[in-house]
Nanobody
Framework: QVQLVESGGGLVQAGGSLRLSCATSARTFSNYVIGWFRQAPGKEREFVAAISRSNESTSYADSVKGRFTISRDRAKNTVYLQMNSLKPEDTAVYYC??????????????????WGQGTQVTVSS
């Protein structure tokens, strides 16, 4: 069973930073591509960032490039999303997800098989 547990969301002012965490098991950490997605009220869930199993490849949505960084901590079986220079339009529920298929630089939401429960990020103007 694949379990993903997000944490780190909250309320921050525009221009501020947050770091989201996605904790999982060692097996999941090693065998799955991990991605972050987000869903704002009234909008479809969208891709934010992803990191390959080996940590060699990362991918970002154009809207977050240069502001967000995805990384893996093998010792903690945790994937992080460091979010800097936050904007009000970044407000959404953020989900981490796991994909067992080969690496894709521009993944679709439906290509990920397992999902966490989500964590709310609210950026005030």
């Amino acid at each position: 069973q694949v379990q993903l547990v997000e944490s780190g969301g909250g309320l921050v002012q525009a221009g501020g930073s947050l770091r989201l965490s996605c904790a999982t098991s060692a097996r999941t950490f090693s065998n799955y591509v991990i991605g972050w997605f987000r869903q704002a009220p009234g909008k479809e869930r969208e891709f934010v960032a992803a990191i390959s199993r080996s940590n060699e490849s990362t991918s970002y949505a154009d809207s977050v490039k240069g502001r967000f960084t995805i990384s893996r901590d093998r010792a903690k079986n945790t994937v992080y999303l460091q979010m800097n220079s936050l904007k009000p339009e970044d407000t959404a529920v953020y989900y981490c997800a796991a994909d067992s298929s080969p690496w894709k630089a521009a993944p679709k939401t439906y290509e990920y098989q397992y999902w966490g429960q989500g964590t709310q990020v609210t950026v005030s103007s």
